[in-house]
């Protein structure tokens, strides 16, 4: 099954072009820890001829240093970078491998398998067409399997291969693939339906990777590569709903305004009457140019620039459609949601949402229910922790153009950013548009989640207090905080009344009076420092 080209020697040229109109497959590995996602993938490099004679040799000595497989040369090593994944025989970080074969080229992403890096696993999954979930012949279907199988199901991938490894440990027992197969299908019968194929493979041995095995006589389907090879990925695409997020206006001279930017789904013409949002302002494709030179047409994932007839007010953030389409406009949102950091996600709380390439402000609203991994049944809950699953609504500040994501994935899927340490927090797929629920009060949990903290009154004193007062605001100001500071030689009205409204709407209300109110923490100014303030509140 591995490609050898002659034109490689002959015709770079010819051989560069052929290589180009290949179709690109995207897969990724996945599947509970140690269960040989990364022995897998340097089986398919290795027998497909795409290791180069000193990688050979540099993993056959790393190999007798881990003794991990005995006599074998660990194939894992050629993926499994990193001097902690070679310690400790694991994946940690999302590895990218490449290879072809006669029919297509590949790109492999070789995810974790331990529930620390899921979030890694979501990543690499995201961009895939299909998802390879190994499970260990020896301990069968695991709590990562399932997980791994509800984001693939989640992220929209369609063909799923369940390889049922280390067959050879288990005397390639066909009554242990049956039971391995008949659990995996009782688990998914409540998921999306999926393309599935099963095989039981020995990744370590070569078995039904490459070529079929004899020691797997039962076994009547196509072995892994030929799989690869032939699994039909072309239909897969939205070429109906044709959507073009602007990245960038590129305005090189005055004769000249493009928009750039990838179609995420559709079949743009040129000639054809399109229509920008939000702003609803129509005009017509006046050419699709590219680097090689302008097209007729475009379709996903090309990158190209459109020029329009007319002068039209586009930025960078809003979607280009065809004129008779209407995607979803909205600032409430159903999803659901891939929560991926250690701290937990609370509604209420302000994030930043990332849309392709528009960001805007938001919370989660409202969290319907967590998913459970194993049984896919559903609890309530106030949180999400790292890990989990949630249905859940999202509100923006501003409104926004989306599709479902099972309709399109370039505009139906988001990412949740931490307003502070900026770190990606979660992942969100689209449903549609959330129902507008009836008029409910701000509670006070709410705006505690809102503001990040519980409000208080603080009361300064002494000589230096409005000094103290503004040093103390801006520390929690920089924190996140809301605050406001009120001077009572400044106030015509009662500084008593006016901090109880303001701790009311969540807030932190710093007091510069001698008076004395109530609940209020107080504080000499000439006597003590906003650090062992800011540690008293706290």
Not at 395 to 411: A, E, I, M, N, R
Not at 517 to 530: P, Y
């Amino acid at each position: 099954m591995s490609h050898q080209s002659d034109l490689i020697s002959t015709d770079i040229d010819a051989y560069l072009e052929q290589h180009e109109k290949k179709e690109l497959l995207r897969f990724l590995t996945c599947g509970s820890v140690d269960d040989g996602k990364s022995t897998l993938i340097g089986r398919l490099l290795h027998d497909s001829k795409m290791i180069y004679e000193d990688q050979l040799a540099a993993i056959t000595s790393e190999s007798l240093k881990s003794g991990t497989t005995g006599d074998e040369v660990d194939l894992a090593l050629l993926v499994d970078g990193l001097q902690a994944e070679r310690e400790q025989g694991i994946t940690i970080d999302v590895a990218y491998r490449y290879f072809s074969t006669s029919n297509r080229k590949f790109i492999i992403a070789d995810t974790p398998g331990h529930e620390q890096y899921t979030r890694n696993m979501a990543t690499g999954a995201s961009t895939c067409d299909l998802a390879i979930i190994l499970i260990d012949a020896r301990n069968g279907v695991q709590t990562q399997t399932r997980r791994h199988t509800i984001i693939s199901s989640l992220l929209g991938i369609k063909h799923i291969i369940v390889a049922i490894n280390k067959m050879d440990l288990m005397d390639y027992d066909e009554a242990v693939f049956e039971k391995i197969k008949h659990d995996y299908l009782d688990f998914v019968a409540k998921l999306d339906h999926a393309d599935l194929h099963f095989i039981p493979i020995s990744a370590l041995k070569g078995d039904n990777v490459v070529n079929s095995s004899e020691h797997t006589p039962w076994y009547n389907g196509k072995p892994l590569m030929e799989i690869l090879n032939k699994v039909e990925i072309s239909k897969d695409r939205n070429l109906s709903n044709f959507r073009f997020p602007v990245q960038y206006v590129n305005r090189p001279d005055l004769n000249f305004r493009g928009y750039c930017g990838t179609v995420a789904g559709g079949v743009i013409h040129k000639g054809d009457e399109v229509k920008v949002l939000p702003s609803g302002k129509t005009s017509k494709v006046k050419s699709i140019v590219t680097f090689d030179g302008e097209l007729e047409q475009a379709y996903p994932p090309l990158s190209v620039t459109l020029t329009l007839e007319d002068e039209l007010d586009i930025s960078r953030g809003d979607m280009i459609t065809l004129a008779s389409e209407n995607p979803l406009i909205g600032y409430k949102l159903d999803t659901r949601i891939v929560w991926m950091t250690e701290d937990a996600m609370k509604p209420g709380k302000q994030y930043y949402f990332k849309f392709g390439c528009k960001m805007d402000t938001g919370s989660v609203s409202t969290i319907h229910h967590r998913i459970d991994v194993n049984s896919l049944e559903q609890f309530d809950t106030d949180e999400l922790h790292l890990n989990e699953i949630g249905h859940c609504e999202v509100t923006l500040s501003t409104p926004t153009v989306f599709d479902p994501y099972k309709l399109c994935k370039g505009t139906g899927a988001f990412i949740i950013i931490d307003r502070l340490t900026n770190v990606t927090v979660g992942a969100g797929m689209i449903i549609g548009l959330s129902e507008q629920d009836e008029f409910k009060p701000v509670t006070e949990e709410e705006r505690i989640a809102r503001y990040g903290k519980h409000p208080a009154i603080i009361c300064l004193t002494g000589d230096n207090r409005l000094d103290m007062a503004l040093e103390l605001e801006r520390q929690l100001f920089d924190m996140g905080h809301v605050c406001a500071v009120l001077n009572d030689d400044k106030l015509p009205v009662d500084i008593a009344l006016l901090s109880k409204q303001f701790i009311q709407a969540g807030l932190i209300c710093i007091c510069c009076t001698d008076k004395s109110i109530s609940d209020a923490k107080v504080f000499d100014s000439d006597k003590t420092n906003v650090r062992d303030i800011l540690a008293a509140i706290n």
